[in-house]
């Protein structure tokens, strides 16, 4: 898809990829799930600013990046989960839509055909990732990279996961790139202190 168009073409277009994902045998029956998902899906597929999206469980959270991965050309969507249990159902979710991914696993190169990665926190902390990163940016010139926290609250509130964090924050250091945070838990009090540790940008980051 042209990343220039009109704002009404892309949420028609998004809502189309989300009806086919969601239900391809209705897909007339599937509207989006809130107005907070859609504004989250176009936000990303504007691509200028971060985004920390705080939608309830069972809103579709994790199709809001991966609907972004599959209506793009020429860009890359990181997909990171803290959990296994959280990683298995993603996958899952992405299977089940039958889209294209790839699954990183240490010593795999990021593929040349490759819009959609999925992986670990652990995972995306470790020396491999950040070398098959920057040889793909350095090869594939993507026009956008996109990191994408899912449960993104439990690295603000999780001690195990603070250390996971900051090594992630540094991958934005290795290219341009956006950074969404997906949550279903941060209150209202905490949403500028959950920015600030995310690392997401300090003046360019929608809140929804």
Request: glycine share 6%; aromatic share 6%.
């Amino acid at each position: 898809m042209s990343l220039k168009v009109s704002g009404d073409a892309l949420e028609r277009a998004a809502l189309a990829l989300l009806q086919r994902l969601v239900d391809s045998a209705n897909p007339e029956s599937i509207g989006w799930r809130s107005e907070a998902q859609k504004l989250a899906v176009l936000t990303c597929l504007r691509y200028s600013s971060d985004g920390l999206f705080i939608l309830a469980t069972g809103s579709g959270k994790t199709f809001i990046p991966v609907v972004a991965a599959c209506l793009e050309q020429g860009s890359l969507t990181i997909l990171a989960l803290p959990l296994n249990a959280l990683y298995v159902s993603a996958k899952a979710m992405i299977k089940g839509a039958d889209l294209a991914f790839q699954e990183w696993e240490v010593g795999d190169p990021i593929r040349h055909s490759t819009k959609l990665l999925l992986t670990t926190y652990d995972r995306a902390n470790f020396a491999e990732f950040r070398e098959a990163l920057v040889t793909a940016i350095r090869n594939e010139r993507y026009l956008r990279i996109r990191l994408a926290l899912d449960e993104a609250q439990m690295t603000a509130t999780e001690g195990t996961y603070r250390p996971a964090l900051v090594n992630i924050r540094e991958l934005r250091g290795l290219a341009e790139m956006q950074v969404i945070a997906l949550s279903g838990t941060v209150p209202p009090a905490s949403e500028r202190e959950t920015q600030s540790g995310l690392g997401l940008h300090p003046e360019h980051t929608s809140i929804i």
